[in-house]
């Protein structure tokens, strides 16, 4: 647990291990660091993984009435570096954790070696959140305890192959919302859909190496937003996969690849 200016935040860090810099992930709302287990086996031994729960989330604490930005969440991401002595990393995530490693880059452009953004909410809808994001915010703090909400959730997260085939990694995802503290995590969510700036359009302002990923089925966030994102970056690469929302439990081989592709690019420097 790392204090933080949002809380106590779980990190889990893999410690120093392998060549290159160390690589920080942040995950989606609803989901924790279990999402990114396939690169924890992927990486044993090569790269310095450090993942941290999101407030609300996981194992973390979180504010329980005030919403914050995501320039918080920033904050947050580099209290969490500066507590283990990490003076520069390649910073990502997937949707919230994709906006977070966005605004840390532009933050704190001197500590942001490479921005990972996975399946990540670029631009706000004019009009203000879709009715789809109130409800969605609504009913995590409504229905959460409910295994209807939990596999809505699903729905939208996953394809159905990885649904289907259950295992470990979906049973956690269930029983960690279950076991969440609804006021925490509703804030959190309230925090990410309804309350957050559009990125977009200081996309520009980051002049790292970024890559974004794509999923292809991803009807939260689809193709076409993506791809007009990545069209404001000074160095911005797109990949789409075959997947829903969460690329990273979807289709984990190919998402690691195209991550290991990206970190090998990147110029060597030390950590």
């Known amino acids: 647990m790392v204090a933080t200016s949002l809380g106590r935040l779980a990190v889990w860090d893999s410690g120093e291990q392998g060549a290159g810099p ?25 790269r310095r993984l450090v993942l941290i729960d999101g407030p609300g989330h996981g194992a973390s604490e979180g504010p329980r009435d005030v919403p914050f930005t995501m320039q918080a969440c920033a904050v947050a991401m580099k209290q969490v570096l500066d507590s283990k002595a990490i003076s520069a990393a390649v910073v990502g995530g997937t949707s919230w ?14 500590a942001a070696l490479g921005v990972v953004m996975l399946n990540t909410p670029f631009f706000v809808q ?50 960690s919302l279950h076991r969440s503290d609804a006021k925490a995590l509703s804030t959190s969510v309230r925090s990410v859909l309804l309350e957050r ?3 977009a359009e200081r996309l520009p302002q980051i002049q790292v190496p ?11 966030y689809p193709l076409n937003g993506q ?33 290991d592709s990206y970190l090998d690019s990147l110029p060597p420097t030390r950590k």
């Open 22 to 46: 160390p690589v920080v992930l942040w995950p989606s709302i609803f989901t924790d660091h279990a999402i990114y287990a396939s690169l924890v086996s992927h990486w044993q031994g090569k």
């Open 197 to 199: 700036a559009a990125l």
């Open 210 to 220: 970024v890559l974004v990923i794509a999923g292809r089925h991803d009807s939260m």
């Open 97 to 110: 954790g994709g906006l977070v490693a966005g605004e840390f880059a532009i933050a704190y452009p001197a």
């Open 126 to 175: 004019p009009g203000g959140p879709a009715v789809s994001e109130r409800l969605i915010t609504w009913a995590s703090g409504a229905l959460l305890p409910t295994g209807l909400f939990t596999s809505g959730v699903a729905r939208s997260f996953f394809l159905p192959e990885t649904r289907e085939a259950g295992g470990p990694l979906m049973a956690h995802f269930h029983d």
């Open 227 to 259: 791809q007009a994102a990545v069209g404001k970056l000074a160095r911005g690469r797109l990949e789409v996969v075959d997947s829903r929302h969460i690329s990273i439990v979807d289709k984990p081989a190919e998402t690691a690849r195209l991550l």
